[in-house]
């Protein structure tokens, strides 16, 4: 069972910089694909970043190419998101999600968990 919590939001100025993490309790997180989505109010979920489960395979969205890194700690069962150069227009509740499959990376409901979001408001 893959049970994610995410920690690590808040309010930063335009062009600052957060690291969100992304913890499983469960037992297999590193056979899991894990994916980050975010939302703004008004708007639908939206694809940011996926790692595969060894870490050795990586995606982003446009938006936040050289900007945003994700990354994984198997170890620690842990999946970090670090934001850089922050805009107003990333200003959004940020959320986990694992699937079991590098396929359809982009798609939320190719996802099977999901964490419960943290949010994250960068001011202009």
């Known amino acids: 069972q893959v049970q994610l919590v995410e920690s690590g939001g808040g309010l930063v100025p335009a062009g600052g910089s957060l690291r969100l993490s992304c913890a499983d309790s469960?037992?297999?997180?590193?056979?899991?694909?894990v994916g980050w989505f975010r939302q703004a109010p008004g708007n639908e979920r939206e694809f940011v970043a996926a790692?595969?489960?060894?870490?050795?395979?990586?995606l982003y969205a446009d938006s936040v190419k050289g900007r945003f890194t994700i990354s994984r700690d198997n170890a620690k069962n842990t999946v970090y998101l670090q934001m850089n150069s922050l805009k107003p227009e990333d200003t959004a509740v940020y959320h986990c999600?694992?699937?079991?499959?590098?396929?359809?990376?982009?798609?939320?409901?190719?996802?099977?968990?999901w964490g419960q979001g943290t949010r994250v408001t960068v001011s202009s």
């Open positions: 999600a694992a699937q079991a499959r590098w396929s359809y990376l982009a798609l939320a409901n190719k996802y099977n968990y």
């Open positions: 469960g037992r297999s997180f590193s056979s899991y694909v």
């Open positions: 790692i595969s489960g060894s870490g050795g395979s990586t």
